[in-house]
């Protein structure tokens, strides 16, 4: 059994801030494109948002993995407890930003009546 060193586990932290970051950037990028009417981009967005949001779960993954492996040693500190917070905060603004492009989506078509 293998001891994650501080230097690994700075990498998991760093890696979910990374995609869970990438992932806020495209949802912000969606909702402007839908508040423009460019739904097409909007929609290219929240897949760009959620292949990030899906790479930042499996570096968390990945981590939980290591901390099994390791019978639960893996002690978190403070940057791992803000990459966790940041990957689920990005999570649930991802849910927001497709209520937000429905929205914008609902009224257009009212716009055109």
Known sequence: MMKLTDEEL???SYNLIL???NARTAGDMAIQAAKKGDFE???AQM???RAELD???QVQTE???ANASEGGTVRPD???VHAANHYE???AYLMLCDELIAIHGQLARLAQH
């Open 63 to 65: 981590l939980l993995t």
């Open 41 to 43: 981009q909007a929609a």
């Open 89 to 91: 905060a990005t999570d």
């Open 19 to 21: 995609h869970a970051g």
């Open 55 to 57: 790479i930042a779960h």
């Open 10 to 12: 700075a990498d998991f």
């Open 78 to 80: 403070f940057l791992l």
């Open 47 to 49: 897949k760009t948002a």
